[in-house]
């Protein structure tokens, strides 16, 4: 009867230290879950609401923070007592195919939110979309009663796995970004 004891408790160490020891094989196409994504580029379009014209002004560190100075860091240019659609868009350009991170805070949006914090400027800022709890989500938001100054807008994506309750102090901060940002 020891026998068979030991040979199963043997059995079961053995079986326990090689599950340990395993290693975790992860799809080369795939990000495991909860892994931090890098952020090279952060690119606001703007909609004129009376015109529908669209402007673009980017963000973009490929080699991510640290390291060089962003290749591009553009000036938020807009007018005075217009209206504003708009949206963000959020990549990892680092690599030979861009891979839209956007993409993936729309599939955990009730684990994300962005928020916009102006300074020194006048504008009221909306956000349009919301989560699958109907808390804001902020990839896509409408720019009101702009007043004429330069100041800076920064823009804040928040990671808030289990704790988002549409606070902008919870989580984990992914990517900030603080633009200049110019109202004509």
């Not at 009376?50 to 640290?66: L, N, P």
């Not at 989500?137 to 704790?163: A, D, M």
Request: hydrophobic share 35%; with cysteine.
């Amino acid at each position: 009867m020891n026998k068979t004891i030991n040979y199963i408790l043997s059995l079961a160490f053995i079986t326990l230290f090689l599950n340990a020891c395993k290693e975790e094989t992860i799809d080369p196409g795939k990000t495991p879950d909860n892994a931090t994504e890098l952020i090279t580029t952060l690119k606001v379009i703007l909609t004129d609401s009376a015109t529908s014209a669209k402007t673009e002004f980017i963000f973009r560190d490929k080699d991510g923070e640290g390291g060089n100075a962003p290749e591009r860091f553009d000036t938020i240019k807009v007018s005075a007592g217009k209206v504003y659609s708009c949206e963000l868009l959020f990549l990892d350009e680092s690599k030979a195919e861009t891979d839209t991170i956007s993409n993936e805070i729309i599939e955990e949006a009730n684990e994300h939110l962005i928020y916009f914090d102006p300074k020194n400027v006048s504008m009221n800022i909306q956000i349009t979309d919301k989560d699958g709890n109907n808390l804001p989500l902020g990839l896509f938001s409408k720019w009101r009663n702009l007043s004429s100054g330069n100041g800076f807008l920064e823009i804040v994506l928040k990671h808030q796995p289990g704790v988002k309750d549409g606070s902008r102090d919870k989580g984990e901060t992914d990517a900030s970004v603080s633009f200049r940002i110019e109202i004509l």
